[in-house]
């Protein structure tokens, strides 16, 4: 991670998106900044449509929405997971309830 981001302010960019936890200080310590960081788990296949997930989601947006926070991060993101055979409306909201 060092070295790319040594490549990314060489390109006189100024962020890196998609940073998991580990990565947001080296980012940081380099003068980047994440612009959008894995803050609230699941997964493109497995995530807030599906009611199981709802409660680790909530607890890891918790305990990272404060660090990413201090290091001046702007962006979180979870994933919505993909459907599987459920109708839009459901997957909808199941989503908004999470």
Same mark, same amino acid.
């Not at 449509?49 to 993101?77: G, S, T, W």
């Given at each position: ?49 599906? #009611? #199981? ?16 926070? #201090?290091? #001046? ?26």
């Amino acid at each position: 991670m060092p070295e790319f981001c040594d490549a990314v302010k060489g390109m006189g960019l100024t962020a890196i998106d998609l940073l998991e936890e580990p990565e947001w200080q080296i980012v940081a310590d380099h003068g980047l900044v994440c612009s959008m960081a894995y803050a609230g788990g699941g997964s493109i296949r497995d995530g807030l449509n599906y #009611k #199981k997930n709802h409660d680790a989601i909530v607890k890891n947006f918790e305990e990272k929405i404060p660090k990413a926070a #201090k290091l #001046k991060i702007p962006n979180v993101i979870t994933f919505f997971g993909n459907r599987m055979g459920m109708a839009d409306a459901e997957a909808t909201a199941n989503c908004i309830e999470g």
